[in-house]
């Protein structure tokens, strides 16, 4: 009964539920019916309309490993809805958390795309490497399991959306596939490969060459553990220019105006990928910042967001033949 009315904690809020997740008997339910198909159960209803869930971590930190599933209002067929992975930026740090993207996600869900923003541990909160990319993996493999309680989502159409370190999360967690065996965050058998694969990545302001921001500032360095000559491997396993994917498409959306990561870490990225083969897109904002990319009221807004649903909705050629302007 407590799990229904946190459920429906956003209709007494103004907002509604989106649809309906599994309630806790029917978890139950289930359970007991199926012990090989764990229906995830939600935590809590959160203010803005989407449904808490906790997804599975080593030596998890329920404060910090869970995402907020936002679903689109009104009936969807099964795996009728493309997801969009949030992942906030903020230097690696907990001083930012998955709260600064709830209007990015309640403004992505308007257009009829599930979102699940993900909160990951951080460093001065249990994070740093490796645990903050683990973290950012896991949370990216739960989609199908969330599928379970939703079956509106079709987890075979994910795209990653990150801003500034975000953006570094999102390259890196894409890109899996291709990390050595035995490195941070491969948790598959010899052979296999990561739980979801997405469609592509889009970078916000992103950190795309790390070498170049351990320059500017600390974050990295506390992110990675050192400068470039002093844990080189942890650079060549995170640094998403030193580690393209060339079946990775990828979208870069920066503001010439950045006075926090530089817009030519974007164009270097998407310079060095296409050299690659890789099917990547620059989006330049003239005049923009750092924040730019995540402020849903800017005049640049409507080009980000139309590129990252036409990107869900349609793929990447389709949003390389035509991007928004």
């Known amino acids: 009964m407590l799990l229904a009315v946190l459920l429906c904690a956003g209709v007494l809020l103004g907002s509604g539920c989106a649809v309906t997740p599994v309630d806790g008997a029917a978890a139950l339910s289930s359970a007991a019916a199926s012990k090989s198909r764990a229906v995830p159960r939600p935590v809590a209803a959160v203010r803005d309309d989407a449904i808490r869930y906790r997804y599975p971590a080593p030596n998890a930190d329920p404060r910090q490993n869970y995402g907020n599933l936002y679903l689109p209002r009104g009936a969807h067929a099964p795996r009728s809805l493309p997801v969009v992975v949030l992942i906030h930026g903020g230097g690696w740090k907990n001083r930012s958390s998955a709260g600064y993207m709830a209007e990015v996600a309640r403004a992505l869900q308007a257009q009829g795309l599930a979102v699940w923003n993900v909160e990951y541990r951080r460093v001065g909160s249990g994070g740093g490497w490796p645990t903050t990319f683990t973290d950012v993996g896991h949370a990216v493999d739960y989609v199908p399991t969330l599928a379970e309680s939703a079956p509106a989502l079709d987890p075979s159409n994910v795209i990653l959306v990150g801003h500034s370190a975000g953006g570094q999360l999102a390259a890196w967690a894409a890109t899996r596939r291709t990390l050595p065996a035995g490195s941070p965050g491969v948790t598959w058998p010899a052979g296999g490969g990561p739980t979801v694969t997405p469609r592509a990545f889009v970078s916000m302001a992103g950190v795309l060459d790390m070498r170049t921001s351990s320059r500017l500032n600390d974050h990295v360095r506390k992110a990675l553990g050192g400068m470039p ?9 995170a640094n998403p220019i030193q580690r393209i994917d ?5 979208v870069a959306i920066h503001g010439s105006e950045d006075s926090i990561v530089p817009a030519s870490e974007s164009v270097d990225f998407v310079a060095a990928a296409r050299a690659l083969g890789a099917p990547s897109l620059l989006v330049e904002l003239d005049g923009a910042n750092h924040g730019t990319p995540v402020n849903v009221r800017s005049p640049y807004w409507p ?4 590129t990252i649903v036409k990107l869900a909705r349609e793929g990447f050629d389709a949003l390389a033949a035509n991007p928004p302007r």
């Open 303 to 306: 080009r980000i967001r139309e």
């Open 229 to 237: 000559d002093r844990v080189p491997e942890r650079y060549a396993l």
């Open 246 to 250: 060339p079946l990775m498409p990828s």
